[in-house]
């Protein structure tokens, strides 16, 4: 297993190389000028300076050479740093990846957006397994019952209407008519006592709820099929045979086999996290990574973006990775050696 | 002792001879949730295609007479915020977002067809293919989408104007980043097939490969790219309404749902109506090819197929 691991590891740095040098590629190839919105009043070169100060005046592949160095070798030490509160090298004097809208280090902006992007989505991810599961079970285990057709319906509606729509009924609904929740995140917003915490409880139930529903929407169909496959074996009607109780048939046997899969998936979709946190944050303002991502597109904030991406691509390969290796400790049928 | 009472009904009932398009007809028929989805959708697409004809109004006169009024005889679903009327503009967006759907779902199961195949048939390329298969499937693809539509919408618009422009950048950015399950499946199924004897009999009688891709192989690997054709085209809905939603999609003057949708939030307190009939018509419009999805796998699945 170790091998197996390390061996995915290694095949995952080209594929991180390439992804990031098309990354690189596509936004520095694009036609763009991060001076092209500042004032006309500058002259030629002024501004011929602030290209070279912003790192452009070197050729493509010494930048792309150097933006790797900041970003896999420089930003990790710092981050090391950072944790053992100790000075690896000569910290003061080490490039880093600098956004050209704030000048600020490109990481920090990112962790600073990062708790309420875990708070809301993560929240909403957890919540939706916790509510999928058990109803993709009884769905498969009532099979064409009215619980099993009316969860199926719902999944696939959950499934097919798009969160930002759903986003915006509930804020017609419950804020705009009922004046229930407010219709945006307040990040500022702090918990000291029962009566702030309650504030805080009331801003995130609108995203939470939004989202929920549409991680329980796909991922109960897929349980209600994992189920379905594994109800049918023959180790069911052997554990049935040697008369076990339903209940410890069900949930001990056929859920622990039905699970595999769904718990490789669940692995698989951490990733989408971020991904959905685009269009979910857009809606409520939530002020995490999406709109992070979202501001500095919109003001082409290269590096910025730049990073974001690449650091959602670490993320998808990272967790393909973890869903594998899952996979092959809770199912011992798959050796990978 | 089941098989003889079946084989006797077999020799007693008159089969008509039926095709294979028929059986899954057959079995798709059955699929109520399908049936149902095919008929909304049908009515959609004659609604956007015939409606434009019958419902005359121009989508962009401005009446700044009649701003942000609510339904009513004149204007059916209401007025946007420059007097603009609703149902015109629904339609003539609808007709984008279809077309949208339809033919990004074409380039990204073309792609996803010919990729397949061809890894599935050629051994040497298969392992290239899959890789590059694989890359595509790491790449975070909605920001991707933001960026490369960010940065190239004005290029593109000064090439083929603003509508063909936008048009074919985000058909052609949506295909080439969705391709990637349909080239997996297809190349699942072509693996089993190019090793069946009739296709061994087609090589042995001198056919060329050409051939043997297009008259034995491609026809048999034609239900999962069915399959993913459904599907693709509900996931090409959304996406193109998600990039509207965030602003990065078609632009005002030129509306699909998404941007309708995008455009009516602001003014939800004042005619929430015009976040709801877009966000209606997406919504079951994806639905409804979802459903279609559904039965279609279930009819195009022989082991369910007659059951």
């Given at each position: 297993m170790v091998r197996y691991i390390v061996r995915r590891l290694l095949v995952a740095i080209p594929t991180l190389l390439v992804i990031s040098f098309v990354i690189f590629a596509i936004l520095d190839l694009a036609p763009n000028d991060p001076t092209g919105n500042l004032p006309l009043t500058i002259p030629p070169e002024v501004r011929e300076q602030i290209?070279?100060?912003?790192?452009?005046?070197?050729?493509?592949?010494?930048?792309?050479?150097?933006?790797?160095?900041?970003?896999?070798?420089?930003?990790?030490?710092?981050?090391?740093?950072?944790?053992?509160?100790?000075?690896?090298?000569?910290?003061?004097e080490r490039l880093r990846v600098r956004s050209w809208a704030t000048r600020g280090p490109v990481i920090d902006l990112i962790l600073e957006r990062l708790p309420q992007t875990l708070w809301v989505l993560g929240l909403a991810y957890i919540l939706g397994a916790a509510i999928a599961i058990p109803v993709g079970v009884i769905s498969a285990y009532k099979q064409y019952s009215l619980f099993d057709q009316v969860g199926t319906f719902v999944s696939l509606v959950g499934y097919s209407v798009p969160t930002f729509f759903t986003g915006l009924l509930f804020i017609i609904i419950f804020s705009v008519h009922l004046n229930w929740f407010p219709s945006f995140y307040d990040t500022t917003h702090k918990v000291t006592d029962l009566a702030s915490l309650w504030v805080q409880i009331k801003q995130m139930i609108m995203p939470v709820t939004v989202l929920t529903f549409f991680n329980a929407a796909q991922l109960s169909r897929f349980t209600r099929s994992a189920m379905l496959d594994n109800l049918n074996q023959d180790y069911v009607r052997t554990a049935r045979s040697k008369g076990l109780v339903e209940r410890v048939v069900v949930l001990v046997?056929?859920?622990?086999?039905?699970?595999?899969?769904?718990?490789?998936?669940?692995?698989?979709?951490?990733?989408?996290?971020?991904?959905?946190?685009?269009?979910?944050?857009?809606?409520?303002?939530?002020?995490?990574i999406g709109q992070l991502l979202i501001i500095a597109i919109q003001g082409a904030d290269i590096p910025l973006v730049q990073s974001i991406t690449f650091i959602f691509a670490v993320l998808i390969v990272m967790f393909n990775i973890v869903a594998d290796v899952l996979y092959g400790v809770l199912d011992p049928r798959i050796r990978y050696d | 002792m089941a098989a003889a009472p079946?084989?006797?009904?077999?020799?007693?009932?008159?089969?008509?001879?039926?095709?294979l398009w028929m059986d899954v007809w057959l079995q798709f028929r059955k699929h109520k949730g399908a049936l149902i989805g095919m008929t909304i959708l049908a009515l959609f697409v004659l609604g956007v295609l015939v409606g434009p004809l019958v419902y005359t109004v121009n989508p962009q006169f401005l009446d700044p007479v009649s701003q942000n009024q609510g339904p009513s005889a004149v204007h059916p679903l209401g007025t946007d915020n420059l007097g603009r009327d609703m149902l015109a503009q629904m339609l003539a967006g609808g007709r984008i977002s279809l077309a949208v759907g339809v033919t990004a779902m074409l380039i990204s199961i073309s792609l996803g067809a010919i990729i397949g195949i061809l890894a599935g048939y050629f051994p040497r390329l298969d392992n290239p293919l899959m890789r590059l298969t694989d890359m595509f499937l790491a790449l975070p693809i909605l920001p991707l989408l933001l960026v490369i539509i960010l940065l190239f919408r004005d290029t593109l618009r000064a090439l083929f104007g603003p509508e063909t422009g936008i048009f074919l950048l985000i058909v052609f950015v949506i295909g080439i980043t969705s391709w990637m399950q349909t080239a997996r499946v297809v190349r699942g199924e072509v693996l089993t097939v190019k090793n069946q004897e009739f296709v061994t009999a087609a090589i042995s009688i001198g056919t060329r490969k050409s051939k043997i891709i297009s008259?034995?192989?491609?026809?048999?690997?034609?239900?999962?790219?069915?399959?993913?054709a459904a599907l693709g085209v509900a996931a090409a809905i959304i996406t193109e309404s998600a990039l509207s939603f965030l602003g990065l999609g078609f632009p005002s003057d030129f509306p699909t749902w998404g941007r309708l949708l995008f455009d009516g939030k602001d003014y939800i307190q004042l005619t929430p109506t015009r976040v709801i009939w877009p966000g209606v018509a997406i919504s079951l419009t994806v639905l409804s090819v979802n459903f279609i999805g559904d039965g279609l796998r279930d009819a195009l699945d022989p082991r369910l197929r007659g059951r």
């Open positions: 290209r070279q100060s912003l790192g452009l005046g070197q050729p493509f592949p010494i930048r792309y050479l150097k933006w790797i160095q900041q970003f896999l070798v420089n930003e990790p030490l710092n981050i090391l740093e950072y944790v053992f509160n100790t000075e690896i090298g000569n910290s003061a046997h056929v859920l622990r086999n039905s699970l595999i899969p769904v718990v490789t998936l669940l692995a698989l979709g951490i990733p989408g996290i971020f991904g959905g946190a685009i269009i979910t944050e857009q809606i409520f303002r939530v002020n995490g | 079946a084989t006797l009904n077999i020799a007693q009932t008159e089969y008509k001879h039926r095709s008259r034995h192989i491609f026809p048999n690997v034609l239900s999962p790219v069915m399959v993913a």
